[in-house]
């Protein structure tokens, strides 16, 4: 078969009848898959399963300075939680501040906080008339859906190779003091796995910002989620803090990162990490708000990963369950449309995703397709703001839930209706 755009009508319309009868037979089989969310699957939760028996098992609540885990208290984390979340987000335990279950939640509350509070001083970004966000595109859904909740308004960036297209965001902040931040997944990003080079990084900690209470959250949410062993295939990140510390801007940025898709999510512990100051005002702010967050899964976590080292051991066992089926996603890609020659899509060193593009205003068609035959993906379009991807051609492939077996199945699914929209969109175009 060669390339779709070269065939002769005739034959497109030949191929197309072929596909639509392989389609019909696939739903004639009643599928029920899902690769809509990037979940862990049911084996990786089980690594985490001896974690749940530490302290029955050792009758100790209490942390190493004595803390009862039990009881009110310590608005910051216990002191091994804290050491140990420094580890996972490149920092010092003083600057970090142990939350509840989830990152999402902890980036919520701080954009809430600055709209209610201000940051650094300054006055409450909901003092002002407009308040904007730079999003990277393709992107998070969910970061996404928080500037729609809050009312602030998104501007699509592109992502390169290393990172936002910084020419475009430097230009962009530079001129409009009502651009109040910008999303980062900096590492192994959602969907398309990117890295952040040395200098976006730098570029993001020193660029001139018109707004002063410029803020950079950085969800570190793949910091440790490698597919392979070898250091080298894991990519290097820059530290942000260290960056925004050496470009005199030490208050720009907010980390963040959990063990969502480390332990169990929904029941793992979050944290963020920041300057002095930025800690300083948020212990000031949550002090109203809580009166500490949940000590013993703090103090089973901290027991179960212990440090760095700990964590990196675990995630090793993580990766060894995920990386045949990131493989078995590039095998079934290339076998099914490299001849076709209608799509491309990421080949991820790490994180949960891959992000693939088909042809123009195919998207919405094929995740239609593949949800009628009875495989469910991401929702076309979630990968930017509003759910405007306005080439409707990205898809977010989340291989990590189903097992093997299924996830080879939905992939012949998702292939098959890939081509059937492609071919519809390449004839539809001979009719104009």
């Known amino acids: 078969m060669t390339h779709y755009e070269a065939l002769a009508p005739q034959e497109m319309e030949a191929e197309l009848a072929r596909l639509r009868a392989e389609y019909e037979a696939i739903k004639a089989q009643g599928l029920k898959l899902n690769m809509a969310r990037g979940k862990p699957s049911a084996a990786q939760l089980d690594l985490s399963l001896p974690m749940m028996d530490l302290l029955t098992s050792q009758s100790d609540y209490h942390s190493e300075d004595g803390t009862d885990c039990r009881n009110y208290g310590v608005i910051d984390g216990i002191p091994e939680a804290k050491r140990m979340m420094a580890d996972l987000l490149d920092d010092v335990p003083e600057n970090v501040i142990v939350l509840g279950n989830a990152s999402l939640t902890a980036m919520y509350d701080t954009l809430a906080r600055c709209l209610t509070f201000g940051t650094g001083g300054f006055a409450p970004w909901s003092?002002?008339?407009?308040?904007k966000w730079l999003c990277p595109v393709p992107g998070y859904d969910r970061h996404f859906s928080v500037c729609e909740a809050l009312g602030i308004e998104m501007i699509p960036v592109p992502m390169n190779s290393d990172g936002p297209d910084m020419d475009q965001v430097e230009a962009l902040v530079a001129e409009d003091p009502t651009i109040k931040g910008i999303w980062c997944v900096p590492k192994y990003s959602n969907p398309n796995g990117v890295v952040?080079?040395?200098?976006?990084?730098?570029?993001?900690?020193?660029?001139?910002?018109?707004?002063?209470?410029?803020?950079?959250?950085?969800?570190n949410a793949y910091a440790v989620h490698h597919l392979f062993d070898d250091p080298q295939e894991q990519g290097s990140l820059l530290d942000i803090a260290e960056a925004c510390q050496e470009a005199g801007t030490p208050d720009r940025y907010f980390k963040f990162a959990s063990t969502s898709k480390i332990t169990f999510p929904g029941a793992g512990i979050a944290a963020l990490a920041s300057s002095p100051a930025n800690i300083a005002e948020t212990k000031k702010?949550?002090?109203a708000q809580i009166i500490g967050h949940d000590k013993i899964n703090q103090l089973r976590h901290a027991r179960f990963l212990k440090?760095?080292?700990g964590i990196a051991a675990h995630m090793r066992k993580h990766a060894a369950l995920?990386?045949?089926k990131f493989a078995l996603v590039q095998e079934k890609l290339h076998s099914g449309l490299d001849e076709a020659a209608i799509a491309s899509w990421s080949d991820p060193q790490g994180g949960y995703f891959v992000s693939f593009d088909g042809l123009p205003g195919t998207?919405?068609?094929?995740?239609?397709l593949a949800k009628e035959a009875g495989?469910?993906?991401?929702?076309?379009?979630a990968t930017w703001p509003y759910g405007n991807d306005p080439r409707d051609s990205n898809i977010r492939i989340a291989p990590t839930l189903p097992p093997l077996e299924e996830l080879d199945h939905a992939l012949d699914v998702f292939i098959c209706c890939a081509k059937i929209a492609a071919l519809e969109s390449l004839l539809a175009s001979l009719e104009q």
């Open 127 to 131: 003092e002002e008339a407009q308040v």
């Open 196 to 219: 952040y080079s040395d200098e976006t990084v730098k570029r993001l900690a020193s660029m001139a910002c018109a707004a002063p209470d410029f803020r950079i959250i950085w969800d």
């Open 285 to 287: 702010q949550l002090n």
């Open 307 to 309: 440090d760095g080292e």
């Open 322 to 324: 995920l990386r045949p």
């Open 363 to 368: 998207a919405t068609r094929t995740v239609a």
């Open 375 to 381: 495989v469910t993906m991401t929702g076309a379009g």
